[in-house]
């Protein structure tokens, strides 16, 4: 059974450029992001690596910690954050999961279990290892995404599912189609109009099963 929503996250321990991690650890008590990648110095991973970097300060504004993954060493993770640093503009001070052995890889399901890396391996050899996942603060996995090699990642997206997801964690609540910050929000069917009003204030009721109620700050 692979890995699906709302199971607690695999707990690891890895090498990365910046050190050894335990995962459930380094996540503590923060919202975390895991983006996982192919290969070092490739063109797609390289602009997706640079994207996150640029977007620092709004995951510091969330409390969400991002950690890269890829499956060469940390000593290539180092020299690569050269390229991405001086592509993006932005320092990469998130660290960068050293998943040579493709440990990680295979226990978040992005592999199979008897996958190898053959000598000389190109991204080719690895191409599924493109995910991002959401992790909350109690280690169950909230969201998860899978891209071809051929489709840079949207993390304008990943920032906005993650809003959404913060918005309605533990909440009666979820979002619309498109829905950003600020916008009105969708009233869980677990609460009748009596309790959701009680809650939530007044309902903009577009249908019986369809009810909005103001974003709760």
């Not at 390289?46 to 409390?63: C, H």
């Not at 640093?85 to 960068?96: D, L, V």
Request: hydrophobic share 45%; glycine share 6%; aromatic share 10%.
């Amino acid at each position: 059974m692979g890995l699906r929503i709302n199971d607690i996250v695999p707990n690891f321990t890895a090498m990365t450029d910046q050190g050894e991690i335990t995962f459930h650890d380094w996540i503590g008590d923060s919202w975390a992001i895991l983006f996982s990648h192919p290969k070092d110095f490739t063109p797609v991973c390289t602009t997706e690596f640079g994207a996150v970097s640029q977007l620092a300060d709004e995951w510091a504004k969330r409390n969400t910690k991002v950690i890269g993954l890829s499956v060469d060493g940390a000593d290539e993770h180092v020299q690569w954050k050269s390229d991405i640093e001086g592509f993006s503009g932005a320092s990469a001070s998130f660290p960068i999961i050293a998943d040579t052995d493709l440990k990680v890889s295979k226990l978040f399901d992005m592999l199979p279990a008897d996958a190898y890396l053959p000598d000389g391996s190109t991204a080719a050899d690895s191409a599924s290892v493109r995910s991002v996942f959401i992790v909350s603060p109690d280690k169950k996995v909230q969201l998860i995404m899978t891209y071809p090699m051929s489709v840079g990642r949207n993390f304008a997206e990943v920032l906005r599912a993650l809003d959404g997801l913060q918005r309605t964690y533990q909440q009666p609540l979820a979002t619309p189609a498109n829905w950003t910050v600020g916008q009105d929000v969708i009233v869980a069917l677990s609460l009748d109009d009596a309790a959701a009003e009680e809650k939530f204030g007044a309902l903009d009721k577009k249908l019986p099963y369809l009810r909005f109620a103001k974003n709760p700050a």
